[in-house]
């Protein structure tokens, strides 16, 4: 036997411990939830809930335990005293307590991301160990203390190299889910992810520099190292669009933690999905910071003085409502510092008193409770009074105030004065128009205001009694049985008894607008308006944020293009800490070199250093005489891409990134040449997978933000340039596009193309 594979022998003997201690626990959790479910509903409601409690418990260990399956053990450290440390996606102890498996958020697993051979400390060696599933197939050892004896070993047995790791996983054939680094993590990377969690980090960096990733494994290490306040308070994760949140649902599991929410700034509402975009100039428009001062300003201007205001009759008593009484009533109602609709209330009540007072001045005898109770109630009933009190202080929900202010000219003019003629023209729309991308932080802001319809106040103010009586209730049965703390609370006897769930608060923080997370983590973070920023800002008071982006890839008008600009005037200056990383991943050396002269030509900022892969090949470029031979070379191309990346397996991503004028024109004919190279059946089981999933893909620049393919037909560049609504976008787009492959970019194009730019 070689001394390699007397390596991969030993080592496999160590996975294998790893993974059966991993199935037993598997299996002891498994074996008590079907205890706690075998109990049945019989008992108490303390004893009911008490099972439900350890359910959940053993419910959500299973989760965790089953999604670290895949590549359990990556690393070994070896000490200078001859001891051994291997490094896991999760910590595991044996029965007797003794380690087997090092979580890698761990400080003990610190080294194996930050060691070097001139700051190395005790660690004398780091291994990497790849499995295919549950089979160790190659180790490779980077020796960090050159006079140690593992020098000579590890040389000796053919194990010792470098980056060998890495440079294999950025070869693998992309799927539709990003995996994770936490085998590959290098250490710019890994000092970002450990980083405190009470501050904003940035972390800006050029495509395939890792960011998304760092900023997931950033979220996993602050929930494993701030458990217990992070458990309370969830994370949020935010991304540019559905296909990306699809891409990236894998990793957090993958990772040891399930409990994260995430959205797109579209569908952070609850109840609310808008599914329509504005205009690029409407959507800077909307996203604009004066924008809430518009939203403000249409709220107040339903607080007013009627210019008619009804004299009522009680027992032929006439009762006037005056304008210095709304005054007064208004005042008053805005000094609560409620929402609208909530203040409204304190409105409403003080009104019907000046009134009933104006009915009482006006006897010649001090009138019994009785006499005043029926003059309040028929003041309450009467539609004039209604009317007159919903004029001066209109009760209102978000979406009606929104559809309102854009569907009136003249109310937009008044509410945003500083809009131009063109800008109003460009916003306005016809009345029940849907909701789009951008009215999403205007809705917020609008909500903030308004607070809960009135409708839904007043169920919610029943179904808050309802539950104040249920939890007195429980709080009473749980001292009558002696219980007045531990697992089992008043809370979850509650949701026991009216048939709830004990939820996760993932689940409870989807679901509630007003929910405040304790870290919030921001992708593509370059793309978000000052609108979008008070959104988020407001769901996070803390101010703990992860925030990843690129400018050079801002295509959004309203968009980041100066950090300290943007985060100076969120957070303050000093408040905020700004990481670059500077190593391209993804692309190969000849994509990342093409990209980045092209953006700098074009004045974009670029951090990426360099790309750690050559591939010859990566670059070819096609050219045809005119736009009628253009959709068949392009669609010639990508079916020989498919062929030669795409697998029956699912593995493997080829993307056609096109101008949005031909998005259309290309889809058929991508279709047809599929159909010829790859046969019917594969070409029609294409096409029946998911649009976030498939495996060969037509789309504009925007659809693809985020993501990463094997190989990249880019159809028409000139023409993507001259669609985009400004020059930097435009080239920030092409930048986005070109930068997506990890294997080959492909250009097709026409000859007036070529010659309208340059690349």
């Known amino acids: 036997m070689s001394s390699y594979a007397s390596q991969l022998e030993e080592e496999q003997r160590a996975v294998t411990r790893a993974y059966d201690r991993l199935d037993a626990l598997r299996a002891e959790a498994r074996e008590r939830l079907d205890a706690v479910r075998a109990a049945g509903a019989h008992g108490s409601p303390t004893q009911r809930t008490e099972r439900d409690s350890f359910a959940t418990m053993y419910e959500d260990r299973l989760t965790q335990l089953r999604s670290v399956e895949d590549r359990l053990v990556f690393g070994r450290l070896d000490d200078s005293a001859g001891g051994r440390r291997y490094i896991g996606r999760i910590g595991l102890t044996d029965k007797s307590h003794k380690p087997i498996l090092t979580d890698w958020r761990a400080d003990a697993a610190r080294p194996f991301y930050e060691a070097t051979p001139s700051h190395h400390g005790d660690i004398v060696m780091r291994r990497h160990i790849t499995l295919s599933f549950r089979e160790v197939v190659a180790v490779e050892d980077e020796v960090l203390d050159v006079h140690s004896d593992q020098v000579g070993e590890a040389s000796k047995s053919g194990t010792l190299t470098g980056e060998g790791a890495l440079l294999a996983s950025l070869s693998s054939r992309r799927t539709g889910k990003m995996t994770d680094i936490v085998a590959t993590i290098q250490a710019e990377q890994d000092h970002i992810i450990r980083s405190q969690m009470g501050r904003a980090v940035v972390v800006q960096g050029g495509p395939g520099t890792g960011k998304t990733a760092v900023a997931l494994h950033r979220a996993a290490y602050l929930l494993y190292t701030h458990r217990r306040t992070l458990e309370r308070s969830g994370v949020l994760v935010v991304g540019p669009s559905s296909a990306f949140l699809h891409y990236i649902d894998q990793v957090l599991p993958s990772l040891g933690e399930t409990g994260v929410v995430s959205r797109t700034i579209a569908d952070l509402i609850p109840g609310v999905h808008a599914t329509t975009f504005d205009t690029p100039r409407a959507a800077q428009l909307k996203g604009d910071h004066r924008m809430a001062n518009a939203i403000r300003n249409a709220v107040s201007s339903r607080e007013r003085v009627p210019a008619d205001l009804p004299v009522v009759q009680i027992s032929g008593i006439p009762v006037p409502m005056l304008a210095a009484d709304i005054e007064q009533a208004q005042a008053e109602a805005r000094r609560t510092r409620q929402p609208h609709n909530k203040a409204r209330e304190t409105f409403v009540k003080s009104m019907i008193s000046a009134m009933r007072v104006r009915y009482e001045e006006q006897l010649d005898y001090t009138p019994d409770q009785d006499e005043i109770n029926r003059a309040v109630s028929l003041l309450r009933m009467n539609d004039k009074v209604r009317v007159a009190l919903n004029l001066a202080w209109l009760p209102m929900t978000g979406p009606w105030l929104i559809d309102d202010m854009f569907s009136k000219p003249d109310k937009l003019r008044r509410f945003a004065p500083w809009l131009s003629d063109e800008d109003v023209a460009e916003l306005v729309r016809p009345k029940g128009s849907p909701l789009t991308r951008s009215d999403v932080p205007l809705l917020d802001e609008a909500l903030e205001l308004l607070g809960d319809d009135p409708k839904v106040a007043a169920r919610r103010k029943r179904d808050e009694a309802r539950a104040k009586e249920a939890l007195q209730f429980a709080q009473d049965t749980l001292a009558q049985n002696g219980i007045g703390n531990g697992l089992v609370t008043s809370q979850m006897l509650v949701d026991q008894i009216n048939g709830d769930d004990v939820e996760l608060t993932a689940q409870r923080a989807g679901r509630d607008r007003e929910w405040v997370y304790g870290h919030i983590v921001v992708d593509e973070a370059q793309e978000l308006t000052a609108m979008d920023w008070r959104m988020l800002m407001r769901r996070c008071p803390s101010r703990s944020f992860t925030i990843v982006g690129d400018v050079a890839q801002t295509s959004a008008l309203g968009g980041t293009r100066s950090w300290p600009k943007t985060m100076n005037r969120l957070f303050g200056r000093g408040n905020w800490d700004l990481n670059e990383l500077t190593i391209d991943y993804r692309n190969p050396q000849e994509v990342s070199d093409l990209a980045g002269r092209f953006a700098e030509a074009q004045g974009l900022y670029i951090s990426t250093v360099h790309a750690v892969r050559r591939i010859a090949d990566a670059v070819t470029r096609t050219v045809v005489p005119d736009r009628g031979e253009l959709a068949a070379a392009a669609a010639r191309e990508a079916a020989d891409l498919a062929k030669r990346f795409v697998a029956k397996d699912g593995s493997g991503r080829v993307a056609m990134i096109a101008p949005e004028s031909l998005v259309n024109t290309l889809r058929p004919a991508v279709a047809a040449a599929l159909a010829d190279a790859l ?81």
Do not use: F, H, N
Request: glycine share 4%; hydrophobic share 40%; charged share 30%.
């Open 679 to 759: 046969g019917a059946d594969e070409a029609a089981r294409i096409a029946d997978q998911e649009p976030w999933d498939r495996q060969v893909t037509v789309s504009g620049t925007e659809e693809v933000k985020g993501l990463e393919y094997d190989a990249v037909v880019l159809v028409e560049p000139s023409l993507i340039d001259q669609e985009s609504p400004s020059r930097l976008v435009a080239a920030a787009d092409l930048y986005v596009a070109m930068t997506r492959p990890t294997q080959r970019l492909a250009i097709v194009r026409t000859s007036m193309d070529e010659k309208d730019l340059e690349l």
